[in-house]
Structure formats: C-alpha cells, structure tokens
C-alpha cells in the first residue's frame, strides 16, 4: 500500500481525534482477543468494561459511539457475547429507545414555549442559590412522574436556547442572524470572551444541579426510573405503597441533595457559585424585549400550541397512557401539525440530537450483554446474598450503588431483585426480609449511581449532548461536580437504609 494511502486511512480513523487517543483505541482491540485467550473472558469482560468507560470519558476527544462500537463488535467477534444475547438486551430495553427517538424530538417542537418561560424565570430570579434550589426541585418533582430523560432534554433545550442567544451576541450579530455556529468562538469579541466562559460555567452548575434533580425525584416514585417499574411489579407494589416504602431513604436523601445544592451554591466549592454576569443578564433581558416587542399573532398561537402540548405531556404521562416514546410521537404530531411544521427537512432537525445517543446506548447494551453472559458481577450477588440481617440490607444498597457507578442501573437492578425473588421463592428469604431487600435495591441503582455518567441514562445524555461541548462539560468534570452530591446523598441513604428501615 503506498504510504499517501496508508496516511490517509491513518488520517481518516476516528477523525480529528488526537493520535495518542487512536494509539489507545487500537491498542485495546489488539490486546482484548489475547486477554480473552490467555487470562479467561472473565477477565477480558471487566478490561472491556474499564475500556469503554475511558471511551465515555473521552466523549469530546471524540463521541463514544466509534470506539465504544468497535470494542462492542469485536466483544462479540471474540465470544464474549453473542448478536443474540445483544438484540435480546436491546429489546428488553426498546422503550427507553422509542423514547429518545420520538420524546426528545417532541421537545425538540416546544422549544420555543420552553425558552420563553425559563426566560422568565431566570431573569426573575436573582439569587443563584434560589435559581439552583429552583432548578434542582422541580427537576425532582417531574422526574418522579415523568422519565428522567425527558426532563433532562428539557433542560438541555433550554440550556443550548440560551447559549445560543448569548453566543451569537457575543459574535457580533443580531438576534434574527441566519443559522450560527455555536461551537466555534473566532468571531466571540474580545471584551465577551471572559463573560462568555462566565457564563458556561453558570450553565454547567444549572445542568449539574438539575440531572442530580432528576436522580432525587426518579428515587421516589414507582415510573421515575425504569428499574422502579420492574422492582414494583416483583414485589406487587402500586403506587402509593412503592412511595410510602421507599420514603424512609428517600426523605432524608431528597434533604440532604438539596441542602447540598445551596451548600455548594454558598461555598462556591467543586467549580459551583458561577453567577450571570450582568453583561449577559443585559443581554437575555435585550433579547425577551426583543422577541416580546416583534412577537406576532401567529407566533403567540405558536407559543400557545406548545404550551397546550407540554400540558398535555404532563397529563398524557402522570397518567400513563401509553409508553413514553408513544407518547413523544403523539406531540411531534400534534404540535407540528398545529404549528406548520410539514416539510420533511423541518422535521429531520429534531431526531438529530436523539439519534447518535440512541446508538451510542444500544453500543452500551452490547456491553451489558458481555455483563450478563460473562456473570462480571456473580462473586458480588454470591457474596452479598451469604450476608445475614442488616448487614446484608446495608451491604445490598452498597454493592448495588458500586455496580451501577461502573453499570447501567437498570440492568444491576434487574439482575438482584431477579436473584432476591428467586430466593423469596425458594424459602430462603422472608416475605419482610424481600420487601426490605426491595428497597436497598431500588435507592442503591438511583442514588450512588450519580457518582458517574455510566449509571444513569440521563447523566449520559447529557454528556453525550451537543450543549455539552459548548458549555465545556466533561467526562471527568461531571463526576468532579457530582462528587459532594454522591458523597452526602450516598451515606445518607446508607445511614437510612440501616437505622430508618
């Protein structure tokens, strides 16, 4: 092969990536199938796992989709899962698919609505501590009756809304300029460069605030995480009873968040306490008078379509009338057809901020396959299991909190309270003893797991977002700024779990 070819397959691997990053995704896949030979796949399973965790570190080197999905396709080649045991784990999951696929789109045609009133609010509101308070709460509230993921795509619309409008000042134009590069500041003006980075770092502590929100209320409630449904429907819990028994841990969890939420807001610690400049203020507040002041009839019957939308959505779900990615498709609907929205190219703008997310988490399930067919976590569940009384409750919420650090929670949820009924089953454990196993398990997948993006689709998302390039949010700055938030919300379920259950 000639060597102008040569560097330009070279070249054209992973892109823009750095060089030493393409020597190590090239390394990994040359040391796994001797792994695999020499030490077990046991062995090569858990240096997969570290591997494509690295990858979602590296997520703004380059999106974990390649390199996360070539270590997944040589883990099958390698027999380390099979297609099969991929496409049943996908399956499994299929609804949290159909709802990036059409909620985040459906939010996608509300954005309008969605900017508009959290303009309002954060112009309203002065004191950051409040607007974190606020932030982080009524992303509690509607994660214990919505999916997490919405909330978080409704967030980061709002985020990227306004990014966009302060970026785009920034660079010199007008509010009504044609389509702006966002990611890119050679023309941001030298006096705005400082309030600009200000400002990402405001934006970062509102996201960081508002996805440990989501943790905080999806705890709570039976539809707040998927997992919550499955534990539920093992143990025979509806509704209030699943909230009345989870409530001893979750309680005093919710308080410790939130006071940790003002605490870091006071302190200014873990890159927290960045305020809105007044510059940028000057400029939001320019920007509603503007759209306020031109607004016309038919873009306050927009605004008015979105909003009968978003209520709808609100209903729709608490109520569960169908599946949530039903439900997403049903507003794309509704609101495009009510708005206007009817040629295809409009349309094809909304599914592609979902779609390479929706690939990077069947690549995900592909290594939660390697999980289950390798039993990766098997000496955990057997040691735990062979605890007795409180020890064994307070060790089940621990090992339950590790595992999702590294692991899709949904998944270490699914394997224990599966091998906990099969205990209850086989007259090992007491009816009492499950229920309170139930509950460890429940709060030890949702809480710890805010350590990591790896534990919660909702954390991923928003790494893996396209704001979060733009406000400079990182693998390894998202566990710094959860790390306070997992350390007192972590022992003060722990301490719940032991003494309050």
């Not at 590069?181 to 400002?199: I, K, W, Y």
């Amino acid at each position: 092969m000639p060597n102008t070819l040569r560097t330009a397959f070279i070249e054209n691997f992973l892109g823009r990536s750095p060089d030493w990053y393409k020597l190590v995704v090239i390394g990994f896949l040359v040391l796994n199938p001797f792994v695999a030979i020499f030490f077990g796949k046991f062995i090569a399973g858990w240096l997969l796992i570290a591997e494509f965790i690295f990858c979602l570190a590296m997520a703004l080197k380059c999106y974990p989709l390649q390199p996360g999905g070539l270590l997944a396709i040589e883990a099958v080649i390698i027999g380390l899962t099979s297609p099969e045991a991929v496409y049943a784990e996908t399956l499994h999951n299929f609804p949290v698919i159909m709802l990036l696929m059409f909620m985040v789109a459906g939010i996608f045609f509300l954005k309008e609505m969605l900017l508009f009133v959290f303009t309002k609010i954060l112009l309203g509101v002065r004191s950051k501590v409040l607007l974190s308070l606020l932030f982080c709460s009524v992303s509690a509230v509607l994660s214990a009756f919505l999916d997490a993921l919405t909330v978080t795509a409704v967030v980061i619309t709002v985020a990227e809304g306004f990014y966009g409008v302060y970026h785009k000042v920034a660079s010199g134009f007008d509010y009504d300029h044609a389509p702006h590069d966002h990611s890119e500041d050679d023309d941001v003006n030298d006096l705005h460069r400082e309030d600009l980075e200000q400002f990402r770092a405001f934006l970062r502590n509102l996201m960081m605030h508002a996805a440990i929100g989501t943790a905080l209320g999806g705890v709570c409630t039976l539809v707040g995480e998927p997992q919550n449904l499955l534990i539920a429907k093992e143990a025979g819990w509806e509704f209030i009873e699943f909230f009345v028994r989870m409530a001893p841990v979750t309680m005093p969890v919710l308080a410790a968040g939130l006071a940790t939420c003002a605490l870091l807001e006071l302190t200014g610690t873990f890159s927290y306490g960045a305020t809105l400049r007044p510059a940028v203020r000057e400029v939001l507040g320019d920007y509603d008078r503007y759209e306020s002041g031109r607004r016309t009839q038919r873009q306050t019957a927009v605004l008015l379509v979105q909003a009968a939308c978003a209520v709808l959505l609100v209903v729709a779900l608490g109520l569960h009338l169908a599946e949530v990615g039903v439900i997403g498709l049903m507003i794309i609907v509704i609101a495009t057809a009510f708005n206007g929205v009817t040629e295809e190219h409009r349309l094809g703008h909304a599914f592609e901020e979902a779609l390479p997310f929706t690939s990077l988490l069947v690549v995900f399930f592909a290594i939660v396959a390697v999980i289950h067919d390798q039993h990766l976590f098997s000496p955990v569940t057997d040691y735990v299991l062979a605890l007795e009384g409180k020890n064994r409750i307070a060790m089940f919420y621990v090992a339950n909190g590790v595992l999702s650090m590294i692991s899709d929670n949904v998944f270490v949820a699914t394997v224990y309270i599966g091998e906990v009924k099969n205990a209850l089953l086989e007259g090992t454990l007491t009816i009492e003893e499950f229920n309170l196993m139930a509950v460890a398990i429940n709060t030890g997948t949702n809480i710890p797991s805010v350590a990591t993006p790896n534990g919660q689709a909702a954390f991923l998302f928003l790494l893996t977002s396209a704001l979060a390039p733009l406000i400079r949010l990182s693998y390894g700055r998202m566990v710094y700024m959860a790390l306070p938030y997992t350390i007192t919300m972590s022992t003060v379920g722990l301490l719940a779990v032991i003494y309050l259950l």
